[in-house]
């Protein structure tokens, strides 16, 4: 029962990412089939309005079936976990509002899913019936989010989310159909992206609106921006807006612009790839955010700005490692007391989630330890940014070979990121494996060689194929799982400080990600900027690493 | 202790960025959290209160909630939680002649929202 509880917490971050995907992508997808495909369908050649009409339905059954199962799951999820740990029969938990509102849900996109079934394009009827139910999905989520749980301004709040949740498919969740229309024929193409700005320009109002509702009824402050985990979230989210927004833009021009010839549409394509990279990623923090407490819940024990430029001021990098029979180092050692000290004395009493676990103590040698090892990790994306760099040169021959210096990051990972175990502790491999952290570490080690081969290997052209979107994937994968991971559910200073780290390796990841991409897949004007923009992140990246600290 | 000790980590998150991650995110937290509490979590008490009330940020499920009571020797009582009254408030009768020593009141709540939180708030009763 406790590793399920222990899955609980990571499963549901994860769960409600892909649902929070898969539904802004059915709800955009029927809002595009309704708005645009139908009505411009008329004014197109019969191929190209077939094809349209075919490719909208499909979107929607594919999201609906993602949605589906997705919401199915967490719904499922959260009654495991009462029933783990309540004495009461099932009936009775199935009475839980959750479970209602999410009954509600899968049964409005049961309907939209028999909706989309007949093959012929919707009649009047049909389109109404399909915006009815798609309102019902909105409703269902609506009602089950966190705005029905607050007790002051509940309806402002349950406008916001509403506008939110029906801007974000607007704007984001018609981006697969239309991604897919651009293989129309051109003229086509263009006036599906022509008629799908103005639903991306409407979906962007509405989030804003919903924006300003978050504002005042979760945030409130300046200070909870930077103080607390929700607003600095919120922050990231934001900053991830204005880049799908200067996308946006640039679409806008070149749909506006663009020669009506196949040619024309690579580059408005590689840019709506990246919009959808920056909006899965916007939806995983979206996730993220609705499993924290809102920043105005948690006026005490904020991380004020003295203590975050404290933190972030840099300092010269820790390159000599502390003896691994050290003892503490005493000045930093009485800090870390006395902080632990004020802590214990601390009124608020504490909350969790189940299965949340407790940050370790640690002492002043663990800390140095660990700067030590981001340090030199820095120092080594460091290295491979540069080296990249002179790559993206083409003078330096010899720089193509930079995924090499990551089979020594994965060396330096594998023998010092678990000290008490082998080869450094005295714990042997096979013993050490029965701990899940040391197993993580490990594979990741391995993980990081199989990428170093697989990027050497298609640096020197051994390999083809797809193969070569292995970096940019994981940089993106890394990226979004990074914006979605733990967040500590009170203010504890010390996780917000890393969470305020994290962030911007975070962001780095997915623009290094989306470049790497367009770099990949052209078209040539695009790549050249692709080229030189990713090492550039991966600069960014090595250098957070190297003023890292933790105390 | 691990050095890499949460998934969170930097390092590992570095690693993630560079391979397929295979460690994923780390445990969710949730809403519901306290906001106020009679007893005060450290709280020392001369005499046992009639009644202990937890008052949270969150509308709450009270019949899909619970309170505990674990004394010194890890000995659990279920409370009965009172179904009506405030929505953000748990409260619960305490049982009559609690001994003195060291006590803690386990509380899981569910809120309205489908999330479920735990907590505890240790308390000390002193001795007449």
Same mark, same amino acid.
């Given at each position: 029962?406790?590793?399920?509880?222990?899955?609980?917490?990571?499963?549901?971050?994860?769960?409600?990412?892909?649902?929070?995907?898969?539904?802004?992508?059915?709800?955009?997808?029927?809002?595009?089939?309704?708005?645009?495909?139908?009505?411009?369908?008329?004014?197109?050649?019969?191929?190209?309005?077939?094809?349209?009409?075919?490719?909208?339905?499909?979107?929607?059954?594919?999201?609906? +079936?993602?949605?589906?199962?997705?919401?199915?799951?967490?719904?499922?999820?959260?009654?495991?976990?009462?029933?783990?740990? !309540?004495?009461?029969?099932?009936?009775?938990?199935?009475?839980?509002?959750?479970?209602?509102?999410?009954?509600?849900?899968?049964?409005?996109?049961?309907?939209?899913?028999?909706?989309?079934?007949?093959?012929?394009?919707?009649?009047?009827?049909?389109?109404?019936?399909?915006?009815?139910?798609? !309102?019902?999905?909105?409703?269902?989520?609506?009602?089950?989010?966190?705005?029905?749980?607050?007790?002051?301004?509940?309806?402002?709040?349950?406008?916001?989310?509403?506008?939110?949740?029906?801007?974000?498919?607007?704007?984001?969740?018609?981006?697969?159909?239309?991604?897919?229309? !651009?293989?129309?024929?051109?003229?086509?193409?263009?006036?599906?992206?022509?008629?799908?700005? !103005?639903?991306?320009?409407?979906?962007?109002?509405?989030?804003?609106?919903?924006?300003?509702?978050?504002?005042?009824?979760?945030?409130?402050?300046?200070?909870?921006?930077?103080?607390?985990?929700?607003?600095?979230?919120?922050?990231?989210?934001?900053?991830?807006?204005?880049?799908?927004?200067?996308?946006?833009?640039?679409?806008?021009?070149?749909?506006?612009?663009?020669?009506?010839?196949?040619?024309?549409?690579?580059?408005?394509?590689?840019? +709506?790839?990246?919009?959808?990279? +920056?909006?899965?990623?916007?939806?995983?923090?979206?996730?993220?955010?609705?499993?924290?407490?809102?920043?105005?819940?948690?006026?005490?024990?904020?991380?004020?700005?003295?203590?975050?430029?404290?933190?972030?001021?840099?300092?010269?990098?820790?390159?000599?490692?502390?003896?691994?029979?050290?003892?503490?180092?005493?000045?930093?050692?009485?800090?870390?007391?006395?902080?632990?000290?004020?802590?214990?004395?601390?009124?608020?009493?504490?909350?969790?989630?189940?299965?949340?676990?407790?940050?370790?103590?640690?002492?002043?040698?663990?800390?140095?330890?660990?700067?030590?090892?981001?340090?030199?990790?820095?120092?080594?994306?460091?290295?491979?940014?540069?080296?990249?760099?002179?790559?993206?040169?083409?003078?330096?021959?010899?720089?193509?070979?930079?995924?090499?210096?990551?089979?020594?990051?994965?060396?330096?990972?594998?023998?010092?990121?678990?000290?008490?175990?082998?080869?450094?502790?005295?714990?042997?491999?096979?013993?050490?494996?029965?701990?899940?952290?040391?197993?993580?570490?490990?594979?990741?080690?391995?993980?990081?060689?199989?990428?170093?081969?697989?990027?050497?290997?298609?640096?020197?052209?051994?390999?083809?194929?797809?193969?070569?979107?292995?970096?940019?994937?994981?940089?993106?994968?890394?990226?979004?799982?990074?914006?979605?991971?733990?967040?500590?559910?009170?203010?504890?200073?010390?996780?917000?400080?890393?969470?305020?780290?994290?962030?911007?390796?975070?962001?780095?990841?997915?623009?290094?990600?989306?470049?790497?991409?367009?770099?990949?897949?052209?078209?040539?004007?695009?790549?050249?900027?692709?080229?030189?923009?990713?090492?550039?992140?991966?600069?960014?990246?090595?250098?957070?690493?190297?003023?890292?600290?933790?105390? | 202790?691990?050095?890499?000790?949460?998934?969170?980590?930097?390092?590992?998150?570095?690693?993630?960025?560079?391979?397929?991650?295979?460690?994923?995110?780390?445990?969710?937290?949730?809403?519901?959290?306290?906001?106020?509490?009679?007893?005060?979590?450290?709280?020392?008490?001369?005499?046992?209160?009639?009644?202990?009330?937890?008052?949270?940020?969150?509308?709450?499920?009270?019949?899909?909630?619970?309170?505990?009571?674990?004394?010194?020797?890890?000995?659990?009582?279920?409370?009965?939680?009172?179904?009506?009254?405030?929505?953000?408030?748990?409260?619960?009768?305490?049982?009559?002649?609690?001994?003195?020593?060291?006590?803690?009141?386990?509380?899981?709540?569910?809120?309205?929202?489908?999330?479920?939180?735990?907590?505890?708030?240790?308390?000390?009763?002193?001795?007449?």
């Amino acid at each position: 029962m406790e590793q399920f509880l222990d899955l609980y917490g990571f499963a549901s971050v994860i769960l409600h990412a892909v649902e929070l995907v898969a539904r802004t992508v059915l709800l955009g997808s029927v809002l595009f089939w309704v708005l645009l495909a139908v009505p411009l369908g008329r004014l197109l050649p019969p191929g190209d309005a077939g094809r349209l009409h075919a490719i909208a339905r499909r979107t929607v059954i594919l999201g609906g +079936i993602a949605s589906l199962a997705a919401t199915f799951l967490l719904g499922l999820l959260g009654f495991g976990a009462l029933q783990a740990t !309540l004495d009461l029969p099932s009936g009775a938990l199935l009475g839980a509002d959750f479970i209602l509102f999410t009954g509600l849900d899968l049964l409005a996109m049961l309907v939209l899913l028999a909706l989309a079934l007949p093959r012929e394009a919707p009649g009047r009827d049909r389109r109404l019936a399909l915006g009815g139910a798609a !309102l019902l999905v909105l409703l269902a989520v609506t009602f089950g989010s966190h705005a029905i749980a607050r007790t002051e301004g509940r309806a402002m709040l349950l406008a916001s989310t509403a506008l939110h949740q029906a801007g974000a498919a607007f704007w984001l969740g018609g981006l697969p159909c239309l991604i897919a229309a !651009l293989r129309l024929t051109p003229p086509s193409a263009r006036r599906v992206g022509q008629r799908y700005s !103005l639903l991306a320009a409407g979906g962007v109002g509405l989030i804003l609106l919903g924006s300003a509702g978050f504002w005042f009824g979760f945030i409130g402050s300046v200070e909870a921006v930077y103080g607390t985990a929700y607003g600095s979230m919120a922050a990231t989210k934001t900053i991830m807006l204005v880049l799908l927004l200067a996308l946006g833009a640039m679409n806008y021009r070149l749909l506006h612009r663009m020669a009506p010839t196949p040619g024309g549409t690579l580059r408005l394509r590689r840019f +709506i790839e990246a919009e959808m990279a +920056i909006g899965i990623a916007v939806l995983a923090v979206a996730a993220s955010l609705t499993s924290v407490p809102p920043a105005a819940d948690l006026p005490d024990d904020r991380v004020t700005w003295a203590e975050i430029t404290e933190r972030f001021t840099p300092a010269w990098p820790r390159l000599t490692s502390p003896d691994h029979a050290d003892l503490a180092i005493p000045a930093l050692q009485a800090q870390l007391d006395a902080e632990w000290q004020q802590r214990q004395a601390a009124q608020r009493p504490q909350a969790f989630t189940p299965g949340e676990g407790l940050l370790p103590p640690r002492n002043a040698t663990d800390i140095a330890w660990s700067e030590y090892n981001h340090h030199w990790a820095g120092i080594m994306v460091l290295l491979v940014g540069f080296a990249a760099l002179l790559d993206a040169t083409g003078r330096v021959k010899l720089a193509r070979h930079w995924p090499l210096v990551f089979l020594g990051l994965a060396a330096f990972l594998l023998i010092r990121s678990d000290p008490e175990a082998w080869p450094l502790g005295d714990i042997g491999l096979l013993e050490s494996l029965r701990d899940p952290e040391v197993v993580q570490h490990k594979l990741a080690s391995l993980l990081v060689v199989a990428f170093a081969v697989s990027e050497w290997s298609v640096r020197l052209d051994l390999l083809r194929g797809r193969v070569r979107f292995v970096f940019p994937l994981a940089m993106l994968a890394g990226g979004v799982l990074l914006l979605a991971h733990t967040h500590a559910i009170s203010n504890i200073k010390e996780a917000q400080l890393i969470e305020l780290s994290h962030l911007p390796l975070a962001l780095l990841a997915v623009v290094a990600g989306c470049a790497r991409w367009t770099e990949l897949r052209g078209p040539p004007e695009l790549a050249r900027v692709g080229r030189w923009l990713w090492p550039a992140c991966l600069i960014g990246i090595g250098l957070l690493l190297l003023i890292y600290r933790e105390a | 202790m691990s050095q890499l000790a949460s998934p969170a980590h930097p390092i590992l998150l570095l690693a993630l960025l560079l391979a397929l991650p295979v460690c994923g995110a780390g445990p969710a937290a949730a809403h519901a959290i306290v906001v106020t509490s009679e007893p005060t979590a450290g709280a020392t008490l001369a005499a046992a209160p009639a009644q202990v009330s937890i008052r949270f940020n969150s509308r709450l499920d009270h019949e899909r909630s619970r309170l505990l009571l674990i004394g010194a020797d890890n000995a659990q009582t279920a409370l009965a939680i009172a179904a009506e009254g405030d929505p953000v408030v748990l409260a619960a009768p305490l049982p009559p002649g609690l001994a003195p020593g060291a006590w803690r009141l386990r509380w899981q709540v569910l809120a309205i929202d489908g999330h479920i939180t735990r907590g505890d708030i240790p308390f000390t009763l002193k001795a007449p």
